[in-house]
């Protein structure tokens, strides 16, 4: 073993002792993190879906009928997890509750899930906040989660790449349709994403809608593809039923 690799070791171990891991679920002992491996056995697999868009399915599927009907500007979408219980409450805590160790936590997941296919490209840009939300929240969840899978991939982080042209209103509740027409032109690349092939980061899909808004910019600014890597996948909401007219 070498020198310096017993010091990181011995570092390691003194912060261990000094703050030992304690689970962000359960509040239990961690397992090397702070997570135990009770918990993180909960976490839900993203399971099968569309290698297109990335949406869940019984079965995988090289592109589901919404992706045959209008295919997305990027080439693939994969998701480490399901936007369902135990996760979303980690996401939620760590998006409006600014628990960092529940950060550090998920974004440890998604860069042991994607690292090894990240490496294969050139770039990762975070998708930017919206400026109000940024302002509230005091950091961007993507640029927080993208920092660790480029450290592990060695691929270069780009957090400026990608910019917001107009703010969209929140949609959470919209269905497909009226988010595309939110997030349509609201996002621009500069030059540096030039001749890149670009892995996006993202903390949650639901439609794609916004990752094939900031797709279609970074190939319009000269990417040569877009692949889209997110902590967890949502089911699309439903588009609501016309009323019916007496």
Known sequence: MQSGDRVDRGITALGAWLLPWRCVLCAGAGAGRDLCARCAAT????GPGCARCGVPLAAPAAACGACLRRPPRYAALAAAFRYAWPLDRLVQDYKFAHALATGAVLAALLAERFATRVAALDLIVPVPLARPRLAARGFNQALELARPVARASGTH????ALVRT??????????????????????????????????????????GATADACARALVAAGAKSVEVYALARAAPPRAQPAARSA
């Open 43 to 46: 976490l839900p697999d993203a």
């Open 166 to 207: 107009r703010d969209a209103a929140p949609q959470s509740t919209l269905a497909s349709a009226a988010r595309r027409a939110a997030v349509r032109g609201a996002f621009r690349a500069n030059a540096e994403v030039v001749g890149a092939r670009v892995a996006l980061l993202d903390d949650v899909v639901t439609t």
């Open 157 to 160: 982080l780009v957090s400026h």
